[in-house]
């Protein structure tokens, strides 16, 4: 912003594009112009005046994501303060969703600086704050990893406004420690919190294994049972992962069984891990049932890293025949398998003399290519014995 003030006639040359750039008729014409600006001077200068005309345009999050990483992604910081410096002057609600907006937007584009005094803005502007204006200004710290920054701000809040924190706040504040690797404080933290919840437990049990800590893990376990806490998706899939690491993919698969019974619903990746580890050991019949049980189930939609996983296991384990088939499935669902894997398939298949059988399958991925990985794949294709 400050390369801007210093040229005048620059600032001049903004003041005309926004003056002339005729005004666009709809929300929508406003949003495809952002959408597709690829200049951030112009980019920044429709934003500008858009955000001034439509109120649907000023209630649209994802745009403004949208245009705040771009800019920052082009270097251009100053525009980004200029965006949300403007917006504090249009005639928005000043409600507390609104500064909050303003603090991560903040934070997605590293300025980081700029949340805190926004937050000071919002207590002079006297807006009613509630548990939420503590987790967005501790979630800025806490996802650009400046953990002792978190930890003085939230003292320092707590002095300056009249909200309490909750679960919620401290869970973050419990993430802080657990990244630093302080289990130490945080268990001391967890032990002193009013209304610990699964999520409180969880943090530390992703922590424990991450950190390769089997004992500290099955002690979080023992205070979840103690507690008569019941486990979410989030905790069975800690214990589905711990399982998996350890090649005990059976034993995880069971955790199915029991969340099925508890009324707990898997997400994808409670899947993924089973079929992952059953992978791993070359155990592809049990994958596959996995697989078969997550599309029966009905919880999750297919999605390629399932069946991508058992691709490349396949072909790094030399089972080609399988691997044909389930690379054919991928394309079938018009998925692109990784180009390595294919390299390894066609190999494997050149050497078994099923060369027309390698032919057939790489003329249909091709047909899945674009662009880029059009380009991309002929590097690949070259080196291919066929």
């Not at 400050?2 to 929508?28: E, G, N």
């Not at 903040?106 to 926004?118: D, F, K, Q, R």
């Not at 294994?209 to 376990?221: M, P, Q, R, T």
């Not at 050497?351 to 880029?372: C, F, I, T, Y």
């Amino acid at each position: 912003m400050a390369s801007i003030c210093r040229t005048p006639k620059r600032l001049l040359s903004l003041a005309r594009f926004s003056t002339l750039c005729a005004p666009f008729p709809t929300f929508l014409a406003a949003k495809s112009a952002v959408e597709s600006e690829p200049d951030p001077e112009k980019l920044a200068d429709i934003f500008h005046d858009q955000s001034s005309n439509f109120a649907r345009f000023r209630r649209h999050r994802p745009l403004y994501e949208l245009s705040c990483r771009r800019l920052t992604r082009s270097g251009r910081l100053d525009l980004v303060e200029r965006l949300i410096d403007h917006q504090k002057a249009l005639p928005h609600p000043r409600t507390e969703g609104f500064w909050i907006r303003l603090i991560m937007l903040y934070s997605a584009s590293g300025m980081v600086e700029h949340a805190l005094p926004t937050f000071h803005q919002m207590v002079e502007d006297r807006v009613q704050l509630t548990e939420k204006s503590i987790c967005a200004i501790l979630t800025v710290y806490l996802d650009n990893n400046l953990f002792d920054d978190l930890h003085s701000a939230f003292t320092t809040m707590l002095s300056e406004i009249d909200v309490s924190p909750g679960t919620k706040s401290y869970n973050l504040v419990l993430k802080a420690f657990c990244r630093q690797k302080d289990m130490e404080s945080a268990r001391k933290l967890l032990h002193k919190m009013e209304n610990p919840d699964i999520g409180s437990y969880n943090v530390l049990l992703e922590a424990y294994l991450k950190n390769g800590d089997g004992v500290g893990f099955d002690e979080i376990l023992k205070e979840i049972k103690s507690k008569g806490l019941e486990h979410d998706c989030s905790t069975y899939n800690h214990r589905i992962l711990r399982f998996c690491k350890n090649k005990e993919s059976v034993r995880a698969k069971k955790l199915l069984d029991e969340m099925a019974v508890k009324g707990v619903k898997p997400n994808s990746a409670s899947y993924n891990m089973i079929i992952f580890g059953f992978s791993k050991v070359g155990d592809f019949e049990s994958a596959q049932k996995v697989l078969e049980r997550m599309l029966a189930d009905g919880y999750v939609a297919p999605c390629s890293i399932s069946y991508i996983i058992l691709f490349q296991h396949m072909v790094k384990e030399g089972e080609f025949d399988s691997a044909l088939n389930m690379c054919k499935e991928i394309i079938r669902r018009k998925w692109v398998p990784p180009f390595e894997a294919m390299e390894g398939l066609v190999k494997g298949l050149v050497e078994m003399s099923e060369v027309e059988a390698a032919k057939e399958v790489v003329e249909k991925m091709k047909k899945r290519l674009k662009g880029n990985a059009a380009d991309s794949w002929k590097t690949h294709e070259a080196a291919l014995p066929l």
